[in-house]
């Protein structure tokens, strides 16, 4: 295991790197992270389906232990995806080796790459071959995506940055392990515990509330109303609780 102040470095050069991808690697692998965490939530959904109601929290946690193979596809097999840009691209920019500029507007294009990933999934998989739009697996789906919308902009806005704390420690974590098992565990602990305390995801958000507007149980203007303070919940979570305090508190300015 490398050393804080090592995984720092790494969190810099990736972030720099994550940055210098051009635009069509950018589209392309940040589809795949769409993709990829909405597949990991359509395997939540399609585990606790049956024992949601009869098994109480374990079923999440059961849920929660299948939610990480999209993460660790990601950072193993390669993806871009919005709430650990947060983390590691604003690692490069405290230490000015990106602009402004180019932080944002890479995050813009990964968010929207994610989301046209995140539809994808919700609407091929879930829609037409009805894996969310059937029988208890309806039921779920329209269940969890009722209860993100049920939060006040404020509660969604801090469950954002409670969610984007796990994930950005699972990228640090990640980064800092030196083989390919040690990165799975480093990414499965803290992004299983941030979905069974129930925090809200983004691109997680992106997939399963779709998936209930395509089938009635949801609408795109409570999307919004949900995505948008939880996505900034997730750049705080990211950015402030993982990035920040580690570069102030390990980076020695002389």
């Known amino acids: 295991m490398r050393s804080p102040e090592e995984i720092l470095e790494i969190s810099i050069q990736m972030g720099a790197k994550k940055v210098a991808k051009p635009l069509q690697a950018k589209l ?16 939540y959904v399609r585990v606790i389906s049956s024992v949601a109601h009869q098994w109480g929290s374990f079923a999440s946690f059961i849920g929660a232990c299948v939610f990480p193979i999209g993460l660790i596809v990601i950072l193993l097999g390669g993806g871009e995806l919005i709430t650990g840009n947060m983390m590691a691209v604003a690692s490069a920019w ?15 294009t990964i968010t929207l790459a994610n989301f046209v990933g995140a539809l994808f999934v919700a609407y091929f998989f879930g829609h037409i071959v009805g894996l ?32 984007n704390w796990f994930v950005g420690l699972a990228l640090w974590l990640c980064y800092g392990a030196k083989d390919g098992a040690g990165k799975i565990l480093a ?27 395509f089938e009635g149980g949801a609408t795109w203007l409570q999307f919004i109303q949900n995505v948008i303070p939880v996505y900034f919940g997730n750049i705080i979570g990211g950015a402030v609780m993982v990035s920040a305090i580690y570069y102030y508190s390990l980076k020695h300015h002389d």
């Open 28 to 43: 392309i692998l940040g589809f795949v992270g769409g993709a990829m965490i909405s597949l990991g939530y359509l395997a």
């Open 94 to 108: 405290l230490d000015k080796k990106v602009t402004a500029k180019e932080l944002w507007l890479n995050w813009l």
């Open 132 to 163: 969310t739009s059937t029988g208890v697996y309806l039921e779920e789906t329209i269940s969890v995506a009722q209860a993100k919308i049920a939060a006040t902009p404020l509660q969604a806005f801090v469950s954002g940055i409670g969610c």
């Open 187 to 213: 990414i499965w602990f803290p992004v299983m515990t941030f979905v069974a305390i129930g925090f809200q995801h983004s691109v997680a958000n992106m997939f399963i509330i779709p998936a209930a507007i």
